[in-house]
């Protein structure tokens, strides 16, 4: 039987890298996206051509209705899910805390903590032994800035990824004897369109020579870890964290 695997915010950066390797891996995979239907598209065409199976969800990840439908939709279409990539994430205009207001933290925690947690507990539901499921894996796609704290840029956006490695943690203890393993990348900073969400789609190349790499990432750097993660090569790893920031 194929291995099933969902990644969120798959059209895009490091999902869209993440749904390449995994189909090329033989995974049949479900690219979910939430407004950029062409690229998501695209990624599945991708994976067809090169004889892979894959198909592209639509959903906010951030909603349970639509999450409900995205799982169902992977029920019925792929098959028995096997693992998940919580990788769907967002950030908005570089501000100090101080200038944050309501509506924006409330964003925040809705696209990178409610979507996660949502997202994990349909993927438990079917793939947990209590569940009567066989198993399986989620990779959850943090952010080194959940260690740096991003001063003066996003610091909503490290602490709700702070709050994802918090889930990681407990949600890979509750499922450790349940057939599920629970882990965290960290990326730093790698080079997809999420800076430009913050106001500055350079900022990768403006940081990279105080790197100690001097360099950012690639989106491809970050999906083999993800991979391997998810694969039974990383059959005793459960409730840690990853990190893929050249050494920062
Ligand atoms: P990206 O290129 O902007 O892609 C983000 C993806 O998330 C897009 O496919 C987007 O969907 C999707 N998305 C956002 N909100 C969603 C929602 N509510 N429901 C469903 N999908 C949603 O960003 P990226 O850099 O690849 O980021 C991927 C993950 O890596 C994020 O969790 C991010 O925080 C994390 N990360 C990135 C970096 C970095 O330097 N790039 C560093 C550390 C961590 P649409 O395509 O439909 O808009």
């Known amino acids: 039987m194929s291995e099933v695997v969902l990644v969120t915010g ?14 090329a891996r033989g995974y049949h995979v479900c690219v979910n996206y939430r407004a950029d239907e062409a690229a998501a598209a695209a990624v599945v065409a991708e994976i067809r051509a090169d004889g892979g199976t894959a198909i592209a969800v639509q959903a906010d990840v951030s909603r349970s209705a639509e999450v409900e439908r995205l799982f ?5 279409r792929l098959g028995p899910l096997t693992a998940l990539v919580n990788n769907a994430g967002t950030l908005e205009k570089q501000s100090r805390l101080d200038e944050l207001d309501e509506d924006r933290l409330a964003r925040t925690w809705a696209a990178n903590i409610t979507g996660p947690f949502l997202c994990a507990g349909a993927a438990v539901r079917r793939m947990s032994t209590r569940h009567g499921g066989s198993g399986g894996a989620i990779v959850n796609v943090s952010s080194a800035a959940a260690r740096l704290g991003s001063p003066n840029e996003y610091v909503d956006y490290a602490a709700s990824k702070g709050a994802l490695d918090s889930m ?10 349940e057939g599920i393993r629970v882990n965290t990348v960290r990326p730093g900073l790698i080079h997809t369109g999420i800076h430009a969400l913050g106001g500055e789609p350079g900022r990768v190349d403006r940081i990279a020579p105080d790197l100690p790499m001097g360099r950012g990432g690639q989106p491809e750097e970050v999906a083999e870890a993800i991979l391997w993660l998810l694969s039974p090569a990383a059959s005793y790893a459960t409730g840690t964290f990853l990190d893929l920031a050249g050494g920062r």
């Open 10 to 23: 798959g059209g895009r950066g490091i999902g869209a890298a993440t749904s390449r390797l995994a189909g």
């Open 72 to 76: 169902r939709t992977v029920d019925d």
């Open 168 to 177: 990681t943690r407990g949600l890979a203890l509750e499922v450790a004897r």
